[in-house]
């Protein structure tokens, strides 16, 4: 018979240093997926919260991490006011040409055949379930010149012009009670968003932009535009909308991006 081995009961005075767990969190965040909660993690504040964790597994580090990022996530749903109107600029301060930003290179941009497009729209919705281009454009329009802030550390003022997220779901008779609205794209990218930042006034089914039909790059036939929001929960090249009280996640927020992502 093996003898057994002790088990070796952990030091409860045992805490690692400053050093240890900013080199472990670095090893953990290495990949793009873990830059922003990083940079929310990397501070005094969230090393006091790392030090009475056991940071010896991948797994421990990993769901601090998803912690931390859910307590931005509330902390920053907390903060975000419905009434509250991000800023805008003057026609002078728009970008020309706006920057492309996507996770695939420029020729790998989707192409959407507008005579067959329709945006279907399903879950807690009662009205009209699929719209053609002509049917979004007939609908009253409004123009926004507002910031594109990304992730990356850049950011761009553009003007995107079409209707009004609210309008939109109102008149496909959506559930306004619903917790969450989900977004699919022709680029096989899906992100989600709560139910209030829908309702925005700025939330805008983006169809021009700079006057011009949204072309390609920039997300045609459509894109949400959420001046409230950080870059990649603005959904471009959209097929489907999804209203829901089942958590839809996202592409990046599933690889640990915040899901909220915004104020």
């Known amino acids: 018979m ?13 805490r ?3 050093a240890s767990i900013i080199q472990d969190a670095h090893r953990e965040l290495k990949s793009p997926a873990r830059r922003l909660l990083g940079k929310r993690i990397l501070t005094l504040g969230g090393l006091v919260l790392l030090s009475g964790c056991d940071l010896t597994s991948d797994k421990s580090v990993d769901a ?7 307590f931005n996530d509330d902390a920053q749903a907390l903060l975000f006011d419905p009434r509250k109107l991000a800023p ?3 026609e002078s301060m728009i970008a020309r040409p706006f920057p492309f930003n ?11 055949d507008a005579r067959t497009y329709r945006l279907e729209i399903g879950g807690l919705v009662g009205g009209k ?5 002509d049917e979004l454009r007939s609908l009253p329009q409004q123009d926004q010149i507002t910031r594109h802030i990304c992730i990356e550390g850049w950011s761009a003022i553009g003007r995107w012009g079409g209707v009004r997220f609210s309008d939109f779901l109102a008149r496909a008779g959506a559930d ?13 990218y899906w992100t989600s968003i709560d139910m209030p930042t829908a309702l925005h006034p700025q939330t805008q089914l983006t169809l021009t932009y700079d006057g011009d039909v949204l072309p390609p790059k920039y997300g045609f036939p459509m894109k949400l535009r959420m001046p409230t929001k950080l870059g990649y929960k603005n959904a471009k090249h959209i097929v489907a909308i999804t209203v829901t009280n089942e958590f839809p996640g996202g592409y990046w927020e599933n690889q640990g ?3 909220f992502g915004g104020s």
């Open 64 to 70: 601090m991490l998803r912690k931390m990022s859910a």
């Open 257 to 259: 991006y915040n899901w």
């Open 176 to 188: 306004m009670r619903a917790k969450y609205v989900a977004l699919h794209c022709a680029d096989n």
């Open 129 to 133: 379930r699929n719209w053609t281009l």
């Open 2 to 14: 093996r003898s057994r081995q002790p088990v070796r009961k952990p030091d409860p005075t045992y």
């Open 102 to 112: 996507a996770f695939y290179d420029i020729d790998q941009v989707p192409d959407v």
């Open 88 to 90: 805008t600029y003057p």
């Open 16 to 18: 690692p240093d400053a």
